[in-house]
Nanobody, 116 residues
């Protein structure tokens, strides 16, 4: 299975921006969907955004208009540009790869903390 390595998390003030990266160990062209999820303390993991091989995207209502998911097939990397960050965006963000077999892989996660 693919190895996913996230980076780009950190501490930012409310209203600021961060860009997360997820580097895959194989060609992401062969992966059905790449996605970003997040999990805040005491809460369930939730979908933030995903992007298909064909480039179709889907976002959680809470991040629409603020976050943008994109992919660079040449670099086997998926990005999550996060703007206008809010304290409620604080969570561990995980990269996910969903294969055509419907099995999946997860990255180790990267912490995003937004201070008010």
């Amino acid at each position: 299975q693919v190895q996913l390595v996230e980076s780009g998390g950190g501490l930012v003030q409310a209203g600021g921006s961060l860009r997360l990266s997820c580097a895959a160990s194989i060609s992401i062209v062969s992966i059905r969907t790449m996605g970003w999820y997040r999990q805040a303390p005491g809460k369930q993991r939730e979908l933030v955004a995903h992007i298909t091989t064909g480039g179709s995207t889907n976002y959680a209502d809470s991040v629409k208009g603020r976050f943008t998911i994109s992919r660079d097939n040449a670099k086997n990397t998926v990005y999550l540009q996060m703007n206008s960050l809010k304290p409620e965006d604080t969570a561990v963000y995980y990269c996910n790869a969903l294969y055509y077999t419907y099995s999946s892989s997860w990255g180790q996660g990267t912490q995003v903390t937004v201070s008010s």
